[in-house]
């Protein structure tokens, strides 16, 4: 029975200095929180280990472009590229196959300097995983746009990927989400889960973005689900275990019971 150990927004701060701006993101609790995991993961033994965004806790500063040619930024960046490889580490460490996406507190050039490109499609444990890298729209609201939306035609209408599907993206699709001014799922979410749904193909959407996280399936069968932040207390990962074509058990565990 194939087995799935799936956790989200960790937002680590490590050789990066300060912390999340949110004190609820326990930023630089994060690489020893990362221990402890790392011993679950030797107990529950996944086939994967999949992780859906918000890996580091990237300052605004370099985020918004606008001084990359100061001392600072290539500063900052090294301190990231530090703490990327600090969590690739960990997850080679593991000596489990991972799935890893950036988010929009990760820093993607570097983050795919470190990883790699991980969208994929990559087979294992009898599903083909597609990672999806979207980004927010100038509303903040989610977008999957360009070779984002044509790697998802192609996932759902080749006939080469006519084959069970776990897709994993940052942003959710389902169920629709507003907190704070935030519009949580993707721009023409319902007609995602319409063509997710048609397709037949695809039995989880796993996801993050959203730190209280979500668990619904819908009509057609497919398991949308988001674990709570990993960076909040009580440092919740999600497991799923597949038998045929049932719905997956899935069960929350933390690290603080
Ligand atoms: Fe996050």
């Given at each position: 029975m194939p087995r799935f150990l799936h956790f989200t927004d960790m937002h680590l701060r490590h050789h990066q200095p300060g912390s999340a701006s949110?004190?609820?993101?326990l930023s630089r609790l994060m690489p020893v929180t990362l221990e402890q995991l790392g011993l679950r993961i030797g107990e529950h033994k996944p086939d994967v280990t999949i992780m859906t965004g918000d890996l580091l806790d990237i300052p605004h500063e370099m985020t918004d472009?606008?001084?990359?040619?100061?001392s600072l930024y290539a500063q900052l960046l090294a301190k990231i590229t530090a703490d990327y490889q600090l969590v690739k580490n960990w997850f080679e460490g593991t000596g489990i196959p991972y799935l890893v996406i950036p988010g929009n507190h990760d820093h993607e050039p570097t983050f795919e300097k470190i990883f790699?490109?991980?969208r994929g499609p990559r087979d294992l444990a009898g599903f083909r995983f597609f990672s999806f890298w979207d980004r927010l729209g100038t509303n903040r609201q989610p977008e999957r746009v360009g070779a984002s939306a044509d790697l998802f035609h192609t996932a759902l209408n080749?006939?080469?990927?006519d084959c069970p599907q776990i897709h994993l993206q940052?942003?959710?699709?389902?169920?629709p989400t507003r907190s704070n001014g935030w519009q949580?799922?993707?721009?023409g979410a319902a007609k995602m889960n319409r063509a997710v749904e048609q397709?037949?193909?695809?039995r989880a959407v796993l996801s993050g973005h959203y730190h209280p996280g979500s668990l619904v399936n819908t009509i057609g069968g497919v398991t949308h689900s988001l674990p709570p932040?990993?960076?909040?207390?009580?440092?919740i990962y999600r497991i799923y275990d597949f038998n045929g074509d049932k719905a997956p058990v899935i069960t929350d565990f933390s690290l603080d019971t």
């Open positions: 949110n004190p609820m993101r472009g606008e001084n990359s040619a100061t790699g490109n991980t080749a006939p080469e990927n940052h942003y959710m699709i389902d169920p949580y799922e993707y721009k397709s037949c193909r695809v932040a990993f960076c909040e207390a009580p440092h």
